[in-house]
């Protein structure tokens, strides 16, 4: 099986508002990432992380804040958000953090900020 | 950092026409997957390729590695085959993708 979900589909939410993405994979990977793709351009790395460490954070502001919880679950927690934030969200995981290893996506959580 | 380009940009294909989608990479790599993101945003892998070829039904994909290529070979297209297709290398622990290549099938 090399299927990651992810909850919810879809978030509409204000900028004064708190929320969190889900991102869950059974694979047994240890490594998990979080990208961000806007219409019309491709996905762009926003963290990674390593045996339930963050290892890279590609400089996104402290708005998202990561959160994994164990091997399995990955988070990511929203607060403050602006308009221009609004995208697709997408969790990927691979078997191990490093360049040969193939990587699996979620169908995605499609985030509108009002 | 390496540089990923693919092409066409945007491609129209009448329905059982066969096509080719390139994509150029700056560095020597060590992974090059393709994917097909379907309209609702799913990003299905289609090929892990970081050197050689590989067959899947009507998908073909061959990547020349000292050359810094890759291209993934659509035949006898179907409407279903609609959507973008992105090529993605990693060669320093994180994956860069190519632009996306806008695929239409026209039935």
């Known amino acids: 099986d090399t299927e990651v979900t992810q909850t919810p589909k879809h978030l509409v939410m204000g900028m004064t508002n708190k929320k969190s993405l889900k991102c869950e994979q059974h694979?047994?990977?240890?490594?998990m990432y979080w990208y961000k793709q806007k219409a019309k351009k491709p996905p762009e790395l926003m963290f990674v992380?390593?045996?339930?460490?963050?290892?890279i954070n590609e400089s996104v502001p402290s708005r998202f804040s990561p959160e994994c919880p164990n091997s399995s679950l990955l988070n990511l927690h929203l607060h403050a958000l602006q308009p221009e934030d609004s995208a697709l969200y997408l969790c990927?995981?691979?078997?191990?953090?490093?360049?040969?290893?193939?990587?699996?996506f979620g169908p995605g959580t499609r985030l509108t900020v009002t | 950092g390496i540089q990923v380009e693919q092409s066409p940009p945007d491609l129209i294909l009448q329905e059982g026409a066969n096509s080719t989608l390139r994509c150029n990479f700056s560095?020597?790599?060590?992974?090059l997957q393709w994917f097909h993101q379907n309209p609702w945003g799913q990003l299905i892998n289609l090929f892990y390729?970081?050197?050689g070829t590989k067959q899947n039904g009507r998908l073909s994909a061959t990547t020349v590695a000292t050359e810094r290529y890759s291209l993934l070979y659509i035949s006898s297209s179907q409407t279903t085959d609609s959507g973008v297709y992105f090529c993605?290398?990693?060669?320093?622990?994180?994956?860069?993708f190519g632009g996306g290549t806008r695929l239409m099938v026209k039935p």
């Open positions: 990927a995981s691979s078997h191990a953090p490093g360049q040969s290893y193939e990587q699996y």
């Open positions: 694979m047994g990977h240890r490594a």
């Open positions: 992380y390593s045996y339930e460490k963050l290892s």
């Open positions: 560095d020597s790599v060590n992974n």
């Open positions: 390729i970081p050197s």
């Open positions: 993605a290398v990693n060669a320093g622990n994180m994956l860069t």
